[in-house]
């Protein structure tokens, strides 16, 4: 069963407004990574958040994770249609040394 | 650094006909995994290797899977014999020594079984 959820499941916005994007999980965790993926193409990390962090920025991308609540968000600011693709995060468990990816939300930005 | 490579980009097959999926992880990594991404079941952690030592192949589906990983440059995922079902994207990724962060994805084998 896959570890985490996001919601939503799809996501239009216009160019320039923010995206957020949520992830539940359901274990704990050393980390959560998220991860981009264009059509066709395989996955590209994004950022990576410890468990004993709260926030976290890269660029454009701020990450938030609530391990009390077992959930995360990402937020990309000021968007572009080159943001179209779909987001997963992922989740390591404190035990073994595997990922596991949620289903992702796919990102439409429209210019 | 090429990346992860992963062939054949694309494969047809006919049911019962072996599939065998080839990756190239990258110059350093130690750690290799095999995802395969379906519409219906997303990403799925198939089998990972450490070291080319087999860690956790609980997400093989089933017998006619098969991975290898002969050294540290290569590995290999076969299914034998396909079936329909097995239709979906494989993708191989892999890490820095000792540290599972950071994935580094192939660009997959999108493998259709007719």
């Known amino acids: 069963s896959q570890q985490g959820e996001e919601d939503p499941q799809a996501l239009s916005i216009q160019e320039g407004e923010n995206a957020t994007m949520n992830c539940s999980y359901k274990?704990?965790?050393?980390?959560l990574q998220w991860y981009r993926q264009n059509s066709g193409r395989g996955l590209v990390h994004l950022i990576l958040?410890?468990?004993?962090?709260r926030e976290k920025h890269s660029g454009r991308l701020r990450v938030t994770l609530d391990t009390s609540k077992k959930s995360s968000s990402l937020l990309i600011t000021a968007s572009r249609a080159a943001d179209t693709a779909s987001y997963f995060c992922?989740?390591?468990?404190?035990?073994?040394?595997?990922?596991?990816f949620g289903a992702g939300t796919i990102l439409r930005v429209k210019s | 650094d090429a990346g992860v490579i992963q062939s054949p980009r694309h494969e047809v097959t006919e049911m019962g006909q072996e599939v065998t999926l080839r990756c190239k992880p990258i110059?350093?990594?130690?750690?290799l995994f095999w995802y395969r991404q379906t519409m219906m079941r997303g990403l799925e952690l198939l089998i990972y290797?450490?070291?080319?030592?087999?860690?956790?192949d609980s997400g093989m589906p089933e017998d006619r899977f098969s991975a290898k990983m002969p050294n540290a440059s290569f590995s290999t995922l076969k299914i034998q014999p396909s079936e329909p079902r097995d239709s979906a994207v494989y993708f191989c990724?892999?890490?820095?020594?000792?540290?599972?962060?950071?994935?580094?994805f192939g660009s997959g084998t999108q493998l259709s079984v007719l």
């Open positions: 290797f450490n070291n080319n030592v087999p860690i956790d």
């Open positions: 958040i410890r468990s004993n962090e």
């Open positions: 274990t704990s965790i050393n980390n």
């Open positions: 990724a892999s890490t820095r020594p000792d540290r599972n962060e950071k994935l580094f």
């Open positions: 110059s350093g990594h130690n750690s």
């Open positions: 992922a989740t390591d468990a404190e035990y073994g040394n595997k990922l596991v």
